[in-house]
């Protein structure tokens, strides 16, 4: 559905039907797909112009270009990226994930964000990146799939877990569905997911900022994926609070 919302080929039938029902419910939905894409896009730069070149990307998607290693290695051409993510149609299209710089290095694991102790334990993390330095950690627009209630270990749990996971200095990078501008579309939305067998749950500001509990907000702290540290493009673009319906931001690990 993402793949499709961003314009993507890599989607079928199914996909698009479950697309025209949440586009009946909430039309904005291209938009917020948009900004989420973009707030990735800035955020990676960000990190990687700070001196990141360690990323863990899970919950990757269906490879859509600039893809999250494109964007850091056009600032610093050795980095390395861990993507991960647990749709079989996303491996199938892995290779694109695998185009690595000369200089850096990519690596694909297929696994489950709900079992982050097999995500930190799979031997192409540990040839890929050196845990011991910092690492950004990218969970955009997956901790939404990740719903209250749930066998296994709740979202706040699982980011708990890898955070502990990374050494000082490391990055979280979180962008997450949000109903606190409009709860009736987030809702029918919510129940469009869930009627196709995606389980799904938007979360308030609060909820959200509590994924960073103990590490440091870089400014502009919890933002509408639009408004994180807009470039120009997107500082001249109309985009509402509603439209985007994403809260995004990025702290580092304290020493
Ligand atoms: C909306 S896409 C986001 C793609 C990309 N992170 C971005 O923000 O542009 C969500 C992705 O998360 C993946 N995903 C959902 N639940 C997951 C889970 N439990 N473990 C790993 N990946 C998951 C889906 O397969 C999908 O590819």
Redesign the pocket.
Known sequence: ??DY??GGRTNFTADREAVGKVMAAFPAALVA?RA??D??HRSVRYLAEHGMDQFL??????P?SPNLHEVAQSVTPGARIVY????P??LTHAQALLTSSPEGRTAYVH????EPESILASPELAKTLDLGRPVAL?????LH??ADGREGLSAHQIVDTLKDALAPGSALVI?HGTADFSPVEATETTQIYRAVG?SAQPRSRKEIEAFFEGWDLVEPGIAVTHRWRPDEADLLSDISDAEACCYAAVAIKPA
């Open positions: 559905m993402y919302y961003l797909a989420n894409r707030f990735m990307d899970i919950g990757t998607g269906i859509t991960v993510d647990n749709d149609i996303v696994a489950d964000l709900g990218s969970l955009n627009a997956v799939f990740i962008s995606t």
